[in-house]
């Protein structure tokens, strides 16, 4: 479904330019979930940031496919109508544009770049309304601006309704579990857990065993360096808590 | 012995056009002593241009090179009035509503009304001089002695004319309150709107105001506010500029406890320019000015903001104002000039200003996109949301047709 082929990808201007993305090979089949896992500094939200078209970073070689389409030519708007969803490490504040205002003009721009009917109000209320029950986010707190004042593991909340409303084809997590209490990682576990789908791949980026206990990849991926090093199943990275990235890499190397 | 028209010529340094018909109006007008001093103050000056240091930006003159019927007419839609009074002000006529708010009352004055510091608003004082219609209207005074409790609009609206000049006043009795909504939408080359609010003890008024001239057009609107002991007096502007506009608002406290909020928003396409300036003066102890003004400029539009604070020694006291002015230069070749000023000379005052001028947040419109919302559809909502909080104080009747009418411009103009 994601198909990535010696990816490649700078950050910086002319002679600033870094390689951080350095022949990155990857490939989540639909249905799938895979975690991705490395250091601090690794490139895993970079990587993310480019699969997601943001500004800033120069894909150097390799290819990046969605169910066989070229995403590199894509705007990002059109990416994410197509499916590809990112639930940031850092979300942004958006001031004066409330949640549900924010939420229903992506969805209805993405269905009308689609050529989708938009969704009526009470549709949208309806589903707003379970979904926020489900993930503890009062009606109150969805009228108010998007993640402006929100505390951080509310924003990783909000990130994962935003997923599940819009839900999207494609969706990487880069770092949603970090900041949330033990209660929230299970309803953000939850939430993923009820988005899995023959249909649908999921990316996991992050830092810790304990959401994977939750959410039981496919596959886990060591990214260290701008690539992936090493791969293996859900016991990878039972075995990077233990022996840490030293240990597993040391042997790998 | 009233000044003949080739004394008034030589007032004027260097007439050009323009000023030359503007002569030959006032000559029109039947003679007056207030009249003619009104116009000799503006001949002090002729029409405010670059060289004039409260007008350095906006140079009425150089755009104003003769006066020329519009090309358009109303550029947009008054806002709505529904079943509420309207006085509609237009080139040659005026048509009064058949039914007023309770407690507002219409005072029509044939003749020409002093104008006090005059020399301070020279296009104030150009209009004093020349709303006058031949054999009719010359100021309309708006007296209100209760609570009125529903708006009464003014539209100053042209079809196609030379000129539209139009003096109000309006006297606030103790007390009483009367929501004001002004819609100043074009059809005239060049259009100049006067009014003046006296504002009595405990009275209060709230004044919403929507601008759209067209880029052929001059437009000003200048508002001469004195505010009585404990009165509010709140004001909200949208403007969409002119080929130059100036909205113009001069306020003193005069007694003590009055409360000013002064907010406005401006978004100027290609070809447009709009100018807030505001002058408030603390001449009283313990009252309050709060002003926001909010801009959105594109490529080829200017915005203007000139805000000054003064706070006398002694008789400011206790003043506590604040001046926040921010914009969006939303393409390359946007133009924003703005001058905060304070002048501060009472030793025991809250004052504060903050002024900011930048583009729009890359991170933010990065994450609208990631999310479905194309680029200029996530660069009008971020500006829209922007401008927002100048809007607030609109009155309610009105406050959304502003705010849609700022989205309508954002959502066509903005890519
Ligand atoms: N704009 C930039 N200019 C220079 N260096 C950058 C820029 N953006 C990212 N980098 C560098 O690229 C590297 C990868 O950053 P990235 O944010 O992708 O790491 P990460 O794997 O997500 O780390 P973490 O686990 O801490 O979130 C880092 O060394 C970072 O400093
Ligand atoms: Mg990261």
Redesign the interface.
């Given at each position: 479904m994601l198909k990535l082929d010696q990816l490649s990808a700078t950050v910086g201007e002319d002679d600033e330019a870094k390689t951080i993305i350095n022949g990155l090979s990857l490939e989540v089949p639909a249905g799938e979930v895979h975690a991705i896992m490395g250091p601090n500094g690794a490139g895993k939200s970079t990587l993310s940031y480019v699969l997601?078209?943001?500004?800033g970073y120069e894909v150097t070689g390799g290819s990046a496919l969605l169910e066989g389409e070229d995403l590199l030519e894509m705007?990002?708007?059109e990416?994410?109508?197509k499916g590809l969803?990112?639930s940031?490490q850092y979300?942004?504040?958006?001031?004066?544009?409330p949640v549900m205002t924010?939420?229903r003009?992506?969805?209805n721009?993405?269905r009308s770049?689609r050529g989708e009917e938009e969704i009526s109000a009470p549709d949208f209320i309806k589903r707003s309304r379970e979904l926020g029950k489900q993930l503890n986010l009062t009606p109150e707190m969805l009228k108010r601006?998007l993640n402006v004042g929100f505390s951080g593991g509310e924003k990783k909340r909000l990130e994962i309704f935003?997923m599940m409303m819009?839900e999207p084809r494609f969706a990487i997590l880069d770092e949603t579990d970090s900041g949330l209490d033990i209660d929230a990682l299970r309803t953000v576990a939850d939430g993923v857990n009820a988005l899995r789908d023959p249909a649908r791949g999921m990316l996991v980026i992050t830092h810790y065993q304990r959401l994977l206990d939750h959410i039981k990849p496919d596959k886990v991926h060591v990214l260290a360096g701008g690539k992936i090093i090493k791969t293996g199943g859900p016991e990878l990275a039972l075995r990077l808590e233990k022996e840490g990235y030293d240990g597993v890499l040391g042997e790998a190397a | 012995m009233a000044l003949s028209v080739s004394d008034l010529k030589d007032k004027f340094r260097n007439p050009g056009a323009a000023e030359l018909e503007l002569i030959a109006r006032y000559a029109m007008l039947p003679e007056s002593g207030q009249r003619e001093r009104a116009f000799e103050a503006f001949a002090s000056t002729g029409l405010p241009h670059r060289r004039m240091e409260a007008w350095k930006w906006t140079d009425f003159k150089a755009n104003l090179k003769s006066v020329e019927a519009s090309s358009r007419g109303a550029q947009c839609a008054p806002l709505p009035a529904a079943d509420q009074a309207v006085i509609e002000f237009s080139a040659g006529s005026v048509s009064l509503p058949t039914s007023l708010p309770n407690g507002v009352k219409l005072h029509e004055r044939k003749d020409a009304q002093a104008l006090g510091d005059a020399e301070e608003v020279p296009l104030g004082a150009m209009t004093a001089a020349l709303a006058g219609r031949v054999g009719g209207l010359d100021t309309l005074i708006i007296e209100v002695t209760e609570t009125a409790t529903t708006p009464l609009h003014i539209v100053a609206k042209g079809d196609r004319d030379e000129t539209n000049f139009t003096r109000v006043s309006v006297i606030v009795r103790p007390g009483a309150h009367l929501d004001l909504v002004e819609s100043h939408v074009g059809g005239a080359g060049f259009s100049s709107f006067l009014i003046e609010i006296g504002m009595q003890d405990g009275g209060s008024f709230n004044r919403t105001v929507l601008q759209h001239g067209s880029a052929d057009e001059a437009q000003a609107i200048t508002a001469v506010v004195n505010l009585g002991d404990k009165s509010e007096y709140t004001q909200t502007a949208l403007a969409f500029g002119a080929k130059v506009a100036r909205l113009e608002t001069r306020l003193t406290h005069q007694e003590s406890g009055s409360h000013a909020e002064l907010n406005g928003a401006y978004l100027c396409a290609k070809g447009f320019h709009a100018d807030f300036t505001s002058h408030v003066r603390h001449g009283a102890p313990s009252s309050v000015t709060r002003q926001v003004t909010k801009g959105a400029v594109l490529d080829g539009g200017t915005g203007v903001f000139q805000g000054k604070f003064h706070v006398p020694r002694t008789i400011g006291q206790h003043t506590d104002a604040d001046m926040q002015h921010q914009a969006l230069l939303l393409e390359d070749g946007a133009e924003v000039f703005a001058k905060p000023e304070l002048e501060i000379y009472a030793d025991d005052v809250e004052c504060a200003h903050g002024n900011t001028s930048g583009a729009l947040d890359?991170?933010?419109l990065?994450?609208?996109?990631?999310?479905?919302?194309?680029?200029a559809?996530a660069r009008a909502?971020?500006t829209?949301?922007?401008i927002?909080?100048a809007l607030e104080t609109a009155h309610e009747s009105v406050r959304d047709a502003l705010t849609d009418a700022a989205r309508s411009f954002l959502m066509e103009s903005v890519r």
């Amino acid at each position: 479904m994601l198909k990535l082929d010696q990816l490649s990808a700078t950050v910086g201007e002319d002679d600033e330019a870094k390689t951080i993305i350095n022949g990155l090979s990857l490939e989540v089949p639909a249905g799938e979930v895979h975690a991705i896992m490395g250091p601090n500094g690794a490139g895993k939200s970079t990587l993310s940031y480019v699969l997601t078209g943001r500004g800033g970073y120069e894909v150097t070689g390799g290819s990046a496919l969605l169910e066989g389409e070229d995403l590199l030519e894509m705007d990002p708007e059109e990416r994410a109508a197509k499916g590809l969803f990112l639930s940031f490490q850092y979300p942004v504040e958006i001031p004066g544009v409330p949640v549900m205002t924010f939420v229903r003009t992506a969805m209805n721009a993405q269905r009308s770049a689609r050529g989708e009917e938009e969704i009526s109000a009470p549709d949208f209320i309806k589903r707003s309304r379970e979904l926020g029950k489900q993930l503890n986010l009062t009606p109150e707190m969805l009228k108010r601006p998007l993640n402006v004042g929100f505390s951080g593991g509310e924003k990783k909340r909000l990130e994962i309704f935003q997923m599940m409303m819009l839900e999207p084809r494609f969706a990487i997590l880069d770092e949603t579990d970090s900041g949330l209490d033990i209660d929230a990682l299970r309803t953000v576990a939850d939430g993923v857990n009820a988005l899995r789908d023959p249909a649908r791949g999921m990316l996991v980026i992050t830092h810790y065993q304990r959401l994977l206990d939750h959410i039981k990849p496919d596959k886990v991926h060591v990214l260290a360096g701008g690539k992936i090093i090493k791969t293996g199943g859900p016991e990878l990275a039972l075995r990077l808590e233990k022996e840490g990235y030293d240990g597993v890499l040391g042997e790998a190397a | 012995m009233a000044l003949s028209v080739s004394d008034l010529k030589d007032k004027f340094r260097n007439p050009g056009a323009a000023e030359l018909e503007l002569i030959a109006r006032y000559a029109m007008l039947p003679e007056s002593g207030q009249r003619e001093r009104a116009f000799e103050a503006f001949a002090s000056t002729g029409l405010p241009h670059r060289r004039m240091e409260a007008w350095k930006w906006t140079d009425f003159k150089a755009n104003l090179k003769s006066v020329e019927a519009s090309s358009r007419g109303a550029q947009c839609a008054p806002l709505p009035a529904a079943d509420q009074a309207v006085i509609e002000f237009s080139a040659g006529s005026v048509s009064l509503p058949t039914s007023l708010p309770n407690g507002v009352k219409l005072h029509e004055r044939k003749d020409a009304q002093a104008l006090g510091d005059a020399e301070e608003v020279p296009l104030g004082a150009m209009t004093a001089a020349l709303a006058g219609r031949v054999g009719g209207l010359d100021t309309l005074i708006i007296e209100v002695t209760e609570t009125a409790t529903t708006p009464l609009h003014i539209v100053a609206k042209g079809d196609r004319d030379e000129t539209n000049f139009t003096r109000v006043s309006v006297i606030v009795r103790p007390g009483a309150h009367l929501d004001l909504v002004e819609s100043h939408v074009g059809g005239a080359g060049f259009s100049s709107f006067l009014i003046e609010i006296g504002m009595q003890d405990g009275g209060s008024f709230n004044r919403t105001v929507l601008q759209h001239g067209s880029a052929d057009e001059a437009q000003a609107i200048t508002a001469v506010v004195n505010l009585g002991d404990k009165s509010e007096y709140t004001q909200t502007a949208l403007a969409f500029g002119a080929k130059v506009a100036r909205l113009e608002t001069r306020l003193t406290h005069q007694e003590s406890g009055s409360h000013a909020e002064l907010n406005g928003a401006y978004l100027c396409a290609k070809g447009f320019h709009a100018d807030f300036t505001s002058h408030v003066r603390h001449g009283a102890p313990s009252s309050v000015t709060r002003q926001v003004t909010k801009g959105a400029v594109l490529d080829g539009g200017t915005g203007v903001f000139q805000g000054k604070f003064h706070v006398p020694r002694t008789i400011g006291q206790h003043t506590d104002a604040d001046m926040q002015h921010q914009a969006l230069l939303l393409e390359d070749g946007a133009e924003v000039f703005a001058k905060p000023e304070l002048e501060i000379y009472a030793d025991d005052v809250e004052c504060a200003h903050g002024n900011t001028s930048g583009a729009l947040d890359p991170n933010q419109l990065f994450y609208m996109r990631q999310r479905g919302i194309p680029e200029a559809q996530a660069r009008a909502l971020l500006t829209e949301a922007f401008i927002a909080e100048a809007l607030e104080t609109a009155h309610e009747s009105v406050r959304d047709a502003l705010t849609d009418a700022a989205r309508s411009f954002l959502m066509e103009s903005v890519r």
